[in-house]
């Protein structure tokens, strides 16, 4: 198969699709791989290290388009890159569809088949294509929280983890998923006062068991929401439904019971985030304000570690790759009924109930 690796072209996203040593696994099995000029130049993976191990590279994004059957990338396709994806190609990538319209509309009109990682599922219900990027997103929650919450750029002025005779700040956390236990342990490990709430009660036993003490759990309901965003310094929204929306956990009157220069990292913002007042962010400009409540909400968030990002993805990655590559998308995902469950879009039809359910419209079985 023909398999191309574009240049991630969304703002200030440094990842790559495959790393050079996932490259040379697909080459082992005599697949073809072309390579944007400079696509893992953000992750520190130059052009001799793709061309040492066989992989062709090609100037152009259009190129890479053109000459290949299968693209494997980081991000959903921007704009720019929607014209560019025909019936032929296969795209295996994070779309998070129920977040965007447009972009649902734009594969649907190219009747290619687009495979979700964040939809890909095993068998015990966990989603591994996923879980590598939410742990480093949830790592990074607390990281840039901290930050936040310094004075100079608006933050309440509060050091987390506090200092002999003063109490430490206090993190709020939306969701005991991947990205809650992850941003749970960063702000515990800190020495900060943490709350973690979940409505999965085996979730909340899982999380009581771990963690240390200064982590307690709580039933998440709006009444308990409410009660504790009033005296919490960092809130962060981990919540997950399985290619679906995320719901509006924090509605836009909750800001008026938070004290001035509370920061709020929405982690679930590439899903819509669980936020009322949530609205896609970048690197270049992370961060607003409404109400003086401090809004991160970065889409893209492990894409500022792209090193580490894009190991631990080609990590998981990989081996579906070589599934779709080495078998076609059809037979691999007749064979792998976890994969298939990545099937958003194919041939110009919605297949993944979650994303018509977003949108009202209805789904078409493959």
């Not at 066989?54 to 890479?64: D, H, P, R, S």
């Not at 966990?126 to 936040?148: D, F, H, N």
């Not at 003490?213 to 409410?226: L, M």
Request: hydrophobic share 40%; aromatic share 8%; charged share 20%.
């Amino acid at each position: 198969m023909k398999i191309g690796i574009p240049k991630e072209i969304k703002n200030n996203e440094n990842r790559v699709g495959m790393t050079p040593a996932g490259v040379f696994e697909l080459i082992k099995y005599n697949h073809t791989l072309y390579v944007q000029k400079d696509a893992g130049f953000g992750s520190g993976f130059f052009d001799q290290d793709y061309k040492d191990v066989g992989a062709t590279i090609l100037e152009t994004i259009e190129e890479v388009y053109t000459s290949s059957d299968m693209i494997v990338k980081v991000k959903e396709p921007i704009a720019e890159e929607y014209p560019l994806i025909k019936p032929h190609h296969v795209v295996f990538t994070y779309f998070h569809f129920a977040s965007s319209e447009a972009l649902t509309k734009a594969m649907l009109k190219s009747e290619a088949v687009c495979i979700a990682y964040e939809t890909v599922e095993d068998t015990d219900g966990t989603l591994p294509l996923l879980t590598p990027m939410s742990e480093v997103a949830g790592r990074m929650a607390i990281q840039q929280g901290a930050k936040y919450l310094e004075k100079p750029i608006k933050g309440r002025g509060v050091l987390l983890d506090g200092v002999p005779g003063v109490p430490p700040g206090k993190v709020l956390v939306l969701g005991a998923g991947v990205v809650g236990i992850q941003a749970a342990k960063m702000a515990a490990g800190l020495g900060a006062h943490v709350t973690i709430m979940d409505i999965n009660m085996k979730q909340l036993r899982y999380v009581n068991d771990v963690m240390p003490n200064h982590v307690v759990t709580e039933f998440s309901s709006e009444f308990n929401i409410r009660k504790r965003i009033k005296d919490h310094d960092l809130i962060v929204g981990g919540v997950l439904l399985k290619g679906a929306k995320a719901p509006n956990l924090i509605t836009r009157d909750m800001l008026k019971k938070m004290r001035p220069g509370t920061v709020i990292v929405d982690v679930a913002v590439d899903q819509g985030g669980c936020v009322e007042t949530s609205k896609p962010t970048t690197h270049e400009e992370p961060t607003y304000i409404i109400d003086d409540v401090v809004h991160y909400c970065v889409a893209n968030m492990p894409g500022a570690v792209p090193y580490t990002s894009t190991l631990a993805l080609t990590n998981v990655t990989l081996p579906y790759v070589l599934r779709l590559a080495n078998q076609g998308w059809e037979k691999a995902c007749e064979n792998d009924k976890m994969l298939a469950k990545g099937l958003n879009v194919v041939n110009g039809k919605i297949v993944y109930q979650e994303i018509a359910e977003a949108f009202n419209w209805s789904v078409d079985a493959v």
